[in-house]
Each structure stands twice: as structure tokens, then as C-alpha cells.
């Protein structure tokens, strides 16, 4: 299976939740992105790896009639609870699809909150959506804060291992992020890519662990992807034992911070 066909599986699974976790994680992040992105009335506006439409939605009201936005996600599942919400704005434009091969461009903004490190070739995925910027236009990216949610991601491995008897998961296998998610080489990786007065916010973020949230962050995300293969008891089973190794481990927060990195296309 490849990484995109993994990764909207993964999603097409959560789609149920997904929109519930929003109130937690989504729409607080989108927002922090937003007053880094300022996505401006008139404007035409990509919104790559969208969801359903934690920053679509809120760029749409910012561009208003006079703009267009749009919002581009591989899940079918999560564009259609989009296509739901975005009736009342016709300056909305859902559509499934690869946003590294995504054709249009002359854009005022092109935006990605939490979509890039999916992305089979995150280097060559990035630079083709900055090149779908017009040039002196802008170009955002949000990415996790090194740290933010590894934690719930270890335990859940662990408890999935414990439940079907395999092998504990090995640490995940190095990926470019690991070296970008801090604000200097985040800052100068968007350079490379052809980004000018690029510049990094941190937008901290912490979330209460209570039970029912630490399994919204299981079934609402691309944690998700791990429940694919299982069946509905033993779902629970993995519930109740990712729950206890949270509690015994003291953890009652989440750490959801993210860097978000602007700059212009030369």
C-alpha cells in the first residue's frame, strides 16, 4: 500500500470523530495559522490538505464573495462533511484529490495546517504547492512542535501490541521532520524551497487528557490507521488498555504545539 493510499485510509477511518476532534486541536490550530497566513478579502487561496475544513472554512469568510478558496484533501470521507458545511459559502470549492500534483496556480495564498510530513516526497510535495503561489504572493505551513503528540502515539502502539499479541512497534524510522520541527531549520528549509522573509510562529497549545479526548485523538486523527485492522472488541480492548498506560504513566495533557512558517515565493 503506498503512503497516500495509507494515509487516506487512515483518514477515511477517523472521518466519524475527526470533525468532533476539531474542537480540541483543528479549529484552534487553523485559527493560530490564519493570524500567521491573513488570508485578505478578494483573495484566491489554496487550502492543501484541508480536512473538513478547520481553516477552509474560517479562510472563506476572510475572503469573502469577491475570493475563492480552494480545499483539497485525498479523503473523500472528510470532503464530504466539508461539502456539507460549505453551503453557505459559494466561494468555497471542496474537491478530492493529490495536492502534490494539484494543476492550478496563480495564488494569492497557498496554505497546509498539519498536511506535509504526509506526504510521500515532503521536499518535491512542498515546493510544487509553493510553486502554485504567484510570485510575491504567500505560502504557510503548520507542522508539530518537536515533542507535540508523541507521546499518546507511544502509547497507543503499545497498547495495540499488547491486544493482538505482535510485536511492540519499533520507533518510527527518521523522517525529514524530525529535523525541521524547530524554528530555525524550519525557517531556513522554507527558504530553500524558495520562500523570501520567511518567518516561524509557535503556537502553543496544551489539551486536557481526559479519557474521552485521549480516545478522540485515537479515532479522530491519523492514529487512526492503527484501529484499521482490528475488530470491534478488540477495539476495546485496546481502549481500555491505551487508557490505563496513559493513567499509569501520570499523563493528563497533550502537548498539541505547532510551528507555523510564512514567507513569500520569490
Known amino acids: 500500500m503506498s503512503v497516500n493510499d495509507r494515509s487516506t485510509r487512515a483518514f477515511d477511518t477517523a472521518a466519524t470523530d475527526f470533525d468532533r476532534l476539531g474542537e480540541y486541536l483543528w ?3 487553523a485559527a493560530a495559522t490564519l493570524a500567521s497566513t491573513a488570508p485578505a478579502s478578494g483573495e484566491r487561496v489554496l487550502d492543501a490538505c484541508c480536512g473538513t475544513g478547520a481553516s477552509a472554512l474560517p479562510t472563506a469568510e476572510c475572503v469573502g464573495p469577491a475570493g475563492q478558496v480552494d480545499a483539497v484533501d ?3 470521507a472528510l470532503i464530504d462533511v466539508l461539502r456539507q458545511r460549505a453551503s453557505g459559502h459559494p466561494q ?6 493529490d495536492v502534490t500534483a494539484w494543476p492550478h496556480d496563480g ?3 497557498v496554505q497546509v495546517v498539519l498536511g506535509i ?12 504547492l509553493i510553486s502554485r503561489v504567484r510570485p510575491g504572493g504567500r505560502a504557510g505551513f503548520t507542522i508539530w512542535r518537536r515533542g507535540a503528540v508523541e507521546t499518546a502515539g507511544k502509547h497507543l502502539g503499545a497498547a495495540v501490541a499488547a491486544v493482538t499479541g505482535a510485536t511492540p512497534p519499533p520507533p518510527r524510522p527518521p523522517h525529514l521532520v524530525d529535523e525541521l520541527n524547530q524554528p530555525a531549520p524550519f525557517r531556513d528549509w522554507l527558504g530553500a524551497r524558495g520562500l523570501t522573509d520567511v518567518a516561524v510562529a509557535e503556537h502553543e497549545l496544551r489539551v486536557s487528557m481526559t479519557p474521552e479526548i485521549a480516545w478522540l485523538l485515537v479515532t479522530g486523527s491519523g492514529f487512526a490507521g492503527a484501529l484499521t485492522e482490528l475488530d470491534e472488541s478488540q477495539r476495546a480492548a485496546v481502549r481500555d488498555a491505551y487508557l490505563a498506560s496513559l493513567d499509569a504513566a501520570g499523563i493528563r495533557e497533550l502537548d498539541a504545539t505547532t510551528l507555523i512558517g510564512v ?4
Open 107 to 109: 495564488y494569492d495564498l
Open 117 to 128: 510530513f504526509f506526504f510521500p516526497d515532503m521536499t518535491a510535495g512542498t515546493e510544487h
Open 74 to 76: 485525498l479523503s473523500g
Open 92 to 97: 468555497l470549492h471542496p474537491h478530492i484529490g
Open 263 to 266: 514567507g513569500i515565493r520569490r
Open 27 to 29: 479549529r484552534p490550530i
